[in-house]
């Protein structure tokens, strides 16, 4: 069943292991790190959890009939694609896509790991079944799950299992009757600190002699020895909200997650010593697909904001009117209508698997990350052309607002045509923690690279575009004439 925002917050209470600048935090729900990123979170289970959402956000669980989020629905027509995506952009909006790893990001590879039992049971049917009753648990209790999937970068010219020490990555390091012992380092734990559970596991080729690293598992982020280490938070920074209202409020933060000998109960692996199925979750099932598709549809309303704002800025400076502006503007749209389109595309293309899961067309994903990967940079190196200087010479604060001397000064000579300087300061700090702030920074790189290394983009659109489609076209009109045609 759903729930509110205050019964998320009130399980993040757990004891949980953050350290941070060589403390431990005591409460992630207080500290002025994480408080306010929490909150946003807590907003969109309230909103999921509203009645008059409900059409929108929820779905029966086949289990008992309660309203629970349908992120977790496992799609069987192009119906209930639609119907996730329509819940999915619903939150996506609500955080004008600034939250990379909201709670509908893993839920949604969830769908496609539920949605292909026969999968996993080719490691044993007990593996299947903790799957399954795992996921189950997940929907009806509208968990939060984060991710590790990627080994640090230690050594990437090695293999996990020829690294200078064992289990320098996560790993099972000991087995026992009631369970694994994980020991090791993974990263990039997006999220990880606000999540009630991390998935463990390998999205990055494994090699012969890598049984041990060759798991799939869930692990309570409140778990004993499991070891949280974020990055520095941007909220820390922030002097007001006005000042920067997306770094102080929508930081989801990353960290090093380290499993010290971290146990984990049969009940929650999925994946044991398999190195063929640790990569196939990702490709024979639709998880790679739909959890895509939930990064689309997100980044799909992140541009969307975007634009409208550069649209604002140049509607109250009076320059949206001018020839040479509205081509600009409309070539910026132009990359936020491909980017819906191919999302469409894909769910209009769907068909279903061999699990009877609906899965979006494959190559149009692929091919829009591909894209994404290179025009969001270029995106916003346009966005910051058209505000020249005016994205530097702001206010050093909402201080200077509301000092009566400065106060006049700024609405004197800080104003655009159709806006006062209070209005253009507030727009142009909003852009500008956008664009060029350490918040704005690195979701520059997160755009680059949440998808994987570019290469490793071209290879899934390589595997997955029609080529003998292609090739018949060649094949027919190399056919249709030979050396004595006339």
């Known amino acids: 069943m759903t729930r509110s925002g205050d019964e998320y917050v009130r399980g993040l209470r757990d004891g949980r ?18 408080a306010a990123a929490i909150h946003t979170v807590a907003d969109l289970y309230d909103l999921a959890h509203d009645p008059a959402n409900s059409e929108l956000m929820t779905y029966p669980s086949p289990r008992d009939g309660r309203p629970i ?75 939060y799950i984060s991710y590790v999937i990627v080994h640090p970068t230690v050594d990437r010219a090695k293999p996990a299992h020829q690294q200078s020490e064992p289990y320098l990555y996560a790993g099972v390091a000991a087995e026992r009757d009631d369970g694994i012992v994980v020991r090791g380092a993974q990263m990039l734990g997006t999220a990880s600190i606000m999540s009630d559970y991390v998935l463990l596991t390998v999205i990055l080729p494994l090699k012969p002699g890598d049984e041990d690293y060759a798991i799939s598992c869930v692990v309570p982020s409140g778990a004993t020895g499991l070891k949280l280490y974020p990055r520095r938070p941007y909220a820390l920074g922030p002097t007001s909200v006005f000042d920067y209202p ?36 990702f490709s024979v099932t639709a998880a790679h697909v739909l959890g895509n598709t939930q990064s689309h549809i997100r980044s799909w309303a992140k541009l969307q904001f975007l634009v409208g704002l550069a649209k604002r800025c140049m509607d109250l400076s009076g320059r949206s009117a001018a020839t040479d502006m509205a081509a600009q503007l409309g070539d910026l749209a132009t990359r936020v209508s491909l980017v819906e389109g191919m999302i469409l595309g894909a769910e209009a293309a769907a068909e279903p698997d061999q ?21 969001y940079p ?15 010479q702001l206010p050093a604060t909402a201080g ?27 727009l142009l700090k909003l ?14 790189q997160y755009e680059m690279f949440y998808a994987g290394e570019p290469s490793a983009i071209h290879t899934r659109e390589f595997r997955t575009f029609d080529w003998a489609a292609a090739e018949a076209l060649v094949d027919r009109c190399l056919a249709s004439y030979d050396a004595d045609t006339p």
Do not use: C
């Open 431 to 444: 852009l500008w923690d956008a664009l060029g702030s350490e918040f704005g920074s690195r979701h520059l």
């Open 69 to 143: 989020n349908k992120s977790w629905l496992v799609p069987r027509t192009r119906e209930d694609l639609a119907a996730r995506r329509r819940a999915i952009k619903f939150w996506a909006d609500a955080s004008y896509g600034f939250l990379g790893r909201s709670p509908d990001h893993v839920a949604s590879f969830f769908a496609g790991f539920a949605g292909s039992p026969a999968f996993y049971a080719g490691g044993g049917q007990q593996f299947a079944d903790n799957l399954s009753r795992f996921a189950a648990k997940a929907a009806d209790e509208d968990l």
């Open 355 to 375: 699990f009877g899961v609906m899965r979006p067309r494959d190559s149009l994903l692929y091919a829009s990350q591909v894209f994404q990967q290179t025009m």
């Open 400 to 426: 200077e607002l509301r000092a009566p001397g400065s106060a006049a000064d700024i609405e004197r000579y800080v104003r655009w045509p159709r806006a006062g300087g209070s209005e253009r300061v507030k």
């Open 246 to 281: 997306l770094s102080s409020r929508f930081d989801e933060t990353d960290s090093l997650v380290v499993f010290d000998d971290v146990f984990v109960p049969w009940e929650d692996v999925f994946i044991y010593k398999n190195i063929g199925l640790t990569a196939g979750q």
């Open 17 to 34: 292991t953050v350290l941070l600048g060589g403390e431990h935090v005591a409460d992630v729900t207080t500290h002025p790190a994480f």
């Open 378 to 392: 270029l995106l916003l190196n346009q966005l910051r052309g058209l505000m020249g200087g005016s994205l530097i």
